[in-house]
């Protein structure tokens, strides 16, 4: 069975090497397609301006898609695939939370550093495909702090004062997810919590996974977007 997949990338020698990490990540037949730039990436996709990218029965289940592009296009594509079926992963050369948690909140299941090694590229896709997104220190902090505002405007009030109550949404934080997302915050490994907290280690990356799921959920692709430009400025 071969799978396809996408490579936004204006960067014809990043491209090359991105689809080399690619077909060296799988050991399934690769249908590679390429795009320079955001037109070209909306018709492999068969979307224009502002429509959001639908499921198709051959559709691409891997989307690799680059934030330098030069037209600053690469957070609006992501925007697009917001609902669209495949795992979606922003290429970046910039590792600081600043550059990446857009990305997040624009739905991306998880990014790679194009400066890494081949092998660590190789081995962080297929950490991503398994479902074990990269989370630093830094981003899980800014993680919690997105929930906080979140949960915050969604509070009921009760004399005054904003509380959670049981029907808060569900892409509110659980406890559990929120005490991985600290441990996280204050730099230990995923090993270390899945001992501090008593549960398999593959438990803290369902939590993790969770948690990504659960941030796209709870931003609209537009306040993504949004945070890309104040980063930008």
């Not at 960067?11 to 590679?32: K, Q, Y």
């Not at 730039?37 to 959001?52: E, F, N, T, V």
Request: proline letters at 4%; charged letters at 25%.
């Amino acid at each position: 069975m071969s799978i396809r997949a996408l490579i936004v990338e204006d960067n014809a020698v990043a491209r090359s090497f991105l689809t080399r990490v690619v077909r060296e990540s799988f050991s399934d037949e690769i249908r590679f397609s390429e795009a320079s730039d955001l037109d070209s990436a909306r018709q492999w996709l068969g979307i224009g301006p502002g429509q959001q990218a639908q499921a198709s029965a051959d559709g691409f289940r891997l989307i690799l898609c680059d934030l330098e592009q030069p037209d600053g296009a690469g957070l609006e594509l992501l925007a697009q695939l917001s609902d669209y079926p495949a795992i979606k992963i922003a290429t970046t050369l910039h590792s600081d939370d600043e550059h990446l948690f857009p990305a997040l909140l624009c739905g991306a299941n998880g990014y790679l550093l194009k400066e890494d090694r081949f092998e660590v590229l190789v081995e962080e896709l297929q950490r991503i495909v398994r479902g074990q997104p990269p989370l630093s220190p830094a981003m899980a902090r800014r993680m919690l702090g997105q929930f906080r505002q979140h949960d915050s405007r969604l509070a009921p009030l009760d004399s005054g004062h904003g509380t959670l109550d049981s029907s808060s949404p569900t892409d509110s934080l659980s406890a559990r997810e929120h005490e991985v997302l600290t441990y996280l915050s204050k730099g230990y490994t995923v090993k270390e919590i899945a001992r501090l907290m008593g549960i398999k280690w593959q438990a803290v990356n369902d939590h993790v996974r969770t948690v990504y799921r659960k941030l796209a959920l709870a931003s609209s692709p537009e306040e993504g977007l949004q945070v890309g430009r104040l980063n930008d400025d």
